[in-house]
């Protein structure tokens, strides 16, 4: 098995656990990402539970924390990560206040002063991400 594929297996687990910690109640999860860049981010589609064969779920997982959106409205990973990004800005803005959010936690409140260049990091890469056109299949 090459490095890629071990990455890829491993955020799969990542994944799976996460959806469990998170008690998100889903079907099957994809056995490779529906988009990713080794090793930095995967997107990866997650099964409806109510209508099984269709996407219920986006999860996005790597070096950067592991979060999900629905996809009710979200058809295409690209579009996912999107999502993601705006929630996280927001999120890094409230940090930055020392506004606590009640839907979306990143850490402790003590740990934001290290934490909120980090995620402002990693918002910022995957904006340039989600702004490229050549690294999205149609």
């Keep these: 098995m090459d490095a890629e594929e071990q990455w890829c ?3 799969r687990a990542k994944v799976t656990a996460y959806l469990a910690e998170q008690k998100v109640d889903h079907g099957e999860v994809g056995d490779w990402p ?3 860049v080794d090793p930095y981010v995967s997107i ?3 099964e409806s539970k109510k209508a099984p064969g269709w996407v219920g779920w986006w999860v996005i997982a790597g070096d950067l924390p592991t979060d999900y959106v629905s996809a009710e409205k979200i058809k295409h990973p690209r579009d996912a990560m999107r999502a993601i990004v705006e929630r996280w ?4 803005n409230d940090m930055e206040a020392g506004h606590v959010r009640e839907d979306i936690t990143i850490g402790s409140a003590k740990d934001w002063p290290e934490l909120v ?3 402002k990091a990693r918002v910022k ?14």
């Excluded at 800005?89 to 890094?92: C, D, I, M, R």
């Excluded at 890469?125 to 149609?138: A, G, H, R, Y």
């Design 9 to 11: 297996q491993s955020q």
């Design 34 to 36: 529906a988009w990713h």
């Design 44 to 46: 990866w589609a997650i």
């Design 89 to 92: 800005t927001k999120l890094v």
């Design 117 to 119: 260049p980090l995620l």
């Design 125 to 138: 890469l995957l904006k340039e991400f989600v702004s490229d056109e050549t690294i999205w299949p149609d």
